[in-house]
Nanobody, 128 residues
């Protein structure tokens, strides 16, 4: 089973995109998972972008996206979204949605390779 992403593309700087991640094939009870988005820019390592920790009732964003990105989860269709506003060239990357049971060690929440489930990746390119 795999997470299924959609919504990437080419956008001008200052524009917006919304990424979607269908999770119904993977997650049976969202409350028992940590889900979120990582990204990998050309020549760089994977970095966490935003996470939802349902058990703790909180979200997390990397500093560079705070105030611009918004993560959400629709319980009706088990789909996660990442709304990205005010995009800039630094946001150009392949974006991956991830999920893992929430008993994962807190020390590993920021480690992409600690997540059990991945999407196929979707390219986001921001032109200046």
């Amino acid at each position: 089973a795999q997470l299924v992403e959609s919504g990437g593309g080419l956008v001008q700087a200052g524009g917006s995109l919304r990424l979607s991640c269908a999770a119904a094939a993977v997650i049976s009870d969202a409350d028992e998972y940590v889900i979120g988005w990582f990204r990998q820019a050309p020549g760089k390592d994977l970095e966490g972008v935003s996470l939802i920790m349902f058990t703790e009732g909180r979200t997390w964003y990397i500093d560079s996206t705070k105030g611009r990105f918004a993560i959400s989860f629709d319980n009706a269709n088990y789909t996660m979204y990442l709304l990205m506003n005010s995009l800039n060239s630094e946001d150009t990357a392949v974006y991956y949605c991830v999920a893992a049971p929430d008993y994962m060690p807190k020390s590993l929440v920021g480690d992409a390779y600690a997540y059990d489930y991945w999407g196929q990746g979707t390219q986001v390119t921001v032109s200046s």
